[in-house]
């Protein structure tokens, strides 16, 4: 049944349906998110307490993850309301990176249109991580590729070695 509705929805154009069927949390609280978070491919996310956050070699989301690049840099975090902009409605949470500090490029595929493309100077980037609860608490994703049938990728909180 999954992979049916799956076939459907990529075929359909449905990108709206799709993010009605992904987890959400209603109930997060900033002292949940704190922390050392690891993403795809070694990335980083810092979410401190004050409200500063840090990325390491983060990809964009959704047609930006296509473009290739990866972003490094400081700025700040935020719990956000949901609502017609965030997965599901659901609560969100906000990255906003002010200071860049490197933007590196993945090696393209010549037959790949949008790796092959130059890269725009970026200043700024945002990014709104959906949350679900699992068992070992709570786990922000974003969602990259073609919204219409995105792939959705999970940070891990990073626990310290004893």
């Not at 993010?19 to 998110?33: K, M, R």
């Not at 979410?47 to 400081?74: H, I, K, M």
């Amino acid at each position: 049944m999954g992979v049916a509705l799956a076939l459907v929805l990529a075929t359909s154009g449905c990108g709206r349906l799709f993010l009605a069927f992904l987890p959400t949390v209603d109930d997060a609280s900033s002292s949940e998110l704190r922390g050392d978070w690891r993403g795809p491919d070694g990335a980083q996310v810092l979410l401190e307490p004050d409200g500063r956050a840090e990325v390491q070699d983060l990809g964009g989301e959704n047609w930006d993850f296509d473009e290739g690049w990866r972003l490094s840099g400081t700025g700040t975090w935020k719990l956000i309301k949901g609502d017609k902009d965030t997965i599901g409605g659901a609560p969100a949470v906000q990255v906003v990176i002010t200071q860049v500090t490197d933007r590196t490029q993945r090696p393209s595929d010549a037959t790949d249109e949008w790796t092959a493309s130059p890269q725009e100077p970026l200043s700024e980037y945002t990014w709104e991580f959906g949350m679900e609860r699992t068992d070992e608490g709570l786990q922000p994703y974003y969602l990259a590729g073609d919204p219409d049938v995105a792939t959705l990728y999970r940070l891990e909180r990073v626990t310290e070695e004893r």
